[in-house]
């Protein structure tokens, strides 16, 4: 990166891992937090304290945040224009995950998880698929998040590309490219749902 003449900026705080007692115990007490546990598990003081201390010391033109929480990063949060890219509205996502969910315990957790996502959007808190209106632009990853955006300018980004190859006989061959971390349950049903279903149909056609 420093070869292309971009700074990287790292900050040593991992987040915690998803597995054990310890695990199971954060989200125990996250049921007395007001924050769903996927932001408050991404709040990270040590990553504020980087972020105003690079701001008060360089003229940011724009602010790029991958995912609507990490604007809590920004202090003040009227520090400079941002652009947000949006992935995913997870209000939606986690009513989804409570509604297909047939296990009591778990579904009731879930359901606690929604509604928490549906009071941070109605507070207007980054987190959520929220703080879009606080963004100069919005990139979301669909037609179907961006009809969500409450926010006047934003953009389509596509997250997967289609690849077509023409061999001399005239034969094509098309190959499916696609970004996305494999530990997050939305894209796992989409690549069981390819699997499974889109490519069978496909090949038969």
């Not at 408050?40 to 690079?54: G, K």
């Not at 652009?83 to 409570?98: C, G, P, S």
Request: with cysteine; charged share 20%; hydrophobic share 40%.
């Amino acid at each position: 990166m420093q070869d292309q003449g971009v700074e990287t900026v790292i900050v040593e705080h991992p987040l915690a891992r998803k597995k054990g007692a310890a695990f199971y115990g954060r989200l125990a007490l996250n049921l007395l937090s007001p924050l769903p546990y996927s932001v408050a598990s991404h709040r990270s003081a040590p990553m504020r304290e980087v972020v105003s201390r690079f701001a008060a010391a360089n003229k940011v033109d724009v602010w790029q945040f991958e995912w609507p929480p990490y604007m809590a990063s920004l202090q003040p949060p009227e520090a400079g224009r941002k652009v947000v890219i949006a992935h995913n509205v997870d209000t939606l996502i986690w009513q989804r995950f409570y509604e297909t969910e047939t296990r009591p315990l778990r579904r009731l957790f879930l359901r606690q998880q929604w509604r928490k996502f549906e009071r941070l959007r109605a507070a207007g808190v980054p987190g959520g698929g929220l703080g879009w209106s606080r963004s100069a632009r919005t990139t979301p990853a669909s037609s179907a998040t961006s009809s969500v955006c409450r926010t006047s300018r934003w953009s389509i980004t596509a997250s997967t590309v289609l690849i077509t190859r023409r061999s001399r006989r005239g034969a094509t061959r098309t190959a499916s490219c696609s970004w996305g971390a494999l530990d997050w349950r939305p894209n796992l049903d989409a690549v069981n749902l390819l699997l499974d279903h889109i490519f069978p149909r496909w090949r038969g056609s």
